[in-house]
């Protein structure tokens, strides 16, 4: 909450006093109507903009050990969303009406608008760039700790392997996990900076990485509608279609297959403008694939199914864990009426035979 204030607060200033005492609305509207991108100019600064979301993946990864994640989870990332999106558009907005375009530096443009703002940019600009440095090491920071989390959890459901299950015998937390990754980041980071733009490739990496996260968890949201229509959801995108698939009736999310569309687009927008994310990026999927059908095939695992779980009793189980008892008593009820059903249908079935 404290680092969240920390970046909020000067945030919304520098948007109130740029608008208040440095926003020209006649350079916005030359700027909108005569310097308006190119379609790839477009595709690439848009694709960029998924960036924008970081943190919202470590929110729902760090859900396993949150309690009562069923309001917590939800409310969060909303408000994450929202806050995004309105901070996105603002900083755009009033950035296009202070300074022409091309003087945007790549590193720190906040920091830059900040500075031309009267009054206070002798100040503003040097706390901007000191501010903007701090919320980029705590999401690094955040990034190493889903990342770690993630991976402990992908470790426990044999996808990968078990040597990544290391909890810290003090503080409980997957020591192996972070260490591994916080390497992997400084190595990224060093390979960075070995190329001609270090921030345009990190971009180009992230891009293709959250477009491709964030498509599977479209694909997996419709997926486990399908395959997992009991587990109690207190939280449903709207415009939801009610369909009876082999006798169970499924919510099939309209917004989902619409968002899937939408990350597909962004991530066909990174492999065709960014150069370094076209190429590392599946590469690096390509390893990871590459490992993973050797790691599988090697334990005896099957290579496109899931390891044998009693899911349902690990949900119970989660949910007993999160304290979110009162869905506990949901998922009972709608496990207690699926079973009675398809008694039903066995003993109707029995009859007909006999």
Known sequence: MKSSELSISPESSIIILGFLFAWKPELFVLQW???????KEFMYGSSLAIISFVGLESISQAAQETRR?????PRTSLTLIFTVFIFALAFSTMGLGILPWQEFP????????AHVIPFIGVIAGPFAAILGATILLISSNTGVMGASRLTYSMSELHLITPW??????????PIRTIVFFSLIGMLEAILAFLTPSAMDTLGNMYAFGAASGYLLVFISMIKLRFSDPYSPRPYKMPLNIKWNHNGRIVEVPILGFIGMIGVSFILFEV????????????GWVLVCLI??????????????????????AEQKKIL?????????EQYNIALAE????????AVEKSTRTT
Request: no cysteine; proline share 7%.
């Open 33 to 39: 109507t005569t310097q308006f991108p190119t379609m």
């Open 69 to 73: 994640p069923a309001t917590i989870i």
């Open 106 to 113: 790549v590193g720190d443009p906040v920091a830059k608008l």
């Open 164 to 173: 990544f299950n290391k909890v810290h015998p003090k503080y409980r937390t």
């Open 271 to 282: 492999i065709l403008t960014h150069e370094i994310g076209r190429i590392a990026g599946p």
């Open 291 to 312: 490992y993973y059908f050797l790691f599988r095939k090697k334990k005896g695992f099957p290579l496109l199914g899931s390891v044998k779980h009693n899911w349902e």
């Open 320 to 328: 007993t864990s999160a304290e979110e008892f009162d869905l506990l």
């Open 338 to 345: 699926r079973d009675k059903r398809e008694k039903g249908k």
